[in-house]
């Protein structure tokens, strides 16, 4: 992702995809969120990153959660 700038805030997220077949994967990382995206839009994209890096095209989106990264109110 994109390197923190004033116009972006780093948020944590974790996501666990379950495929037809039962395979699960259960995944997380940094992503860098611009002002004006919103929750849906954050979502979707890493929805389709994380459905595309693992093969789980048709894949079920079991868990999801999206929080700001910086504790304490830090900026």
Known sequence: MSKNTATTRPYHWV???QAGDGRRVTT?????VPAWMG????YERLCEQ?????????????????????LGGGR
Request: with cysteine; proline share 3%; net charge negative.
């Open 39 to 42: 929750r849906n839009e954050a």
């Open 50 to 70: 994380e459905k595309s890096c693992y093969g789980l095209e048709d894949a079920t989106v079991l868990f999801f959660s999206l929080e700001p990264n910086l």
């Open 15 to 17: 996501m666990t995809l």
């Open 28 to 32: 997380s990382g940094l992503f860098e």
